[in-house]
């Protein structure tokens, strides 16, 4: 009677150690479950972060913007038109309102609103004009979202809202993570870069990027290029005359493509028309 009473007494343990074992492992997952959930639902999804920083870009794009440039000074308070402009070379910049080419290097264009806010930037690198970075500024003067291009082929897009940041390496290597390839962030560290007082001067000329045009120039913001529109990629054809920004010139437009070609007139291909930003119009 002992030993089956024994043999009871074991069968009862074992169950109710597998009742505590299943009880826990759905208290466990329900858990899980509910910290999920309460993560989506409080955290934007990183397409969200994206699609809300797009949008943003395209209502700068859409404004009556304000073309400013800068440009170095010496310590003698000259423009410089040096043909390689290093930031230890000059003592300050400048924003102007036009620049002759002949007397002044421009190292950027900023772009302000009518309220007199710096809403867009595009700099270029002072030894080829191949582009630098293009970045966007909300209403606070921070960064909403930014494409630049470092040496070695270094290059990327960066998306802000709020406190979080997010970065795509479309072709460059993702552990490139050196923060002297990004932009400035904010309106601050523009200031603090170049050493310039921002002040939108009088007679800019207003310019709106809400729609590209035949015969616009670009920088080229993409490595992919294709024979015709959803065509082959010829990317590796030509890679001697084509690299992520590059200056090019629209040459036709079909669709959500547009052919470009270098500013000499060589054919290049065509490319999606959210692969290039647009620098300026003739």
Known sequence: MEKYLVIDINLQRKTIIKFMNITTQKIIIYICLTSLFVFLSCTPTQTKIYEQCKEQVETINRMHLYATYLVPV????????????????????EVVANVNPNQAHALAILYFDKAGKVRKSIEWWSDGGDLRNVSYYNNQGNVIYAIYNYYDN????LYINDSKHYIEYPFSQPDNKHKNIFPALNISELVSEYKVHLQMPINCNTVSFKSIQEGDKAFLCTENIYATPKGTNIKNENASVTWFGKLIRIDSIVNDWCR????????IGYVQVDSIELFQRD
């Open 74 to 93: 010496d310590s003698l308070g000259q423009y410089m038109n040096d043909e390689v402009i290093s930031e230890d070379m000059y003592h300050h910049c």
């Open 154 to 157: 270094n290059c990327g897009q």
């Open 260 to 267: 470009v070609t270098e500013l000499l007139g060589n054919p």
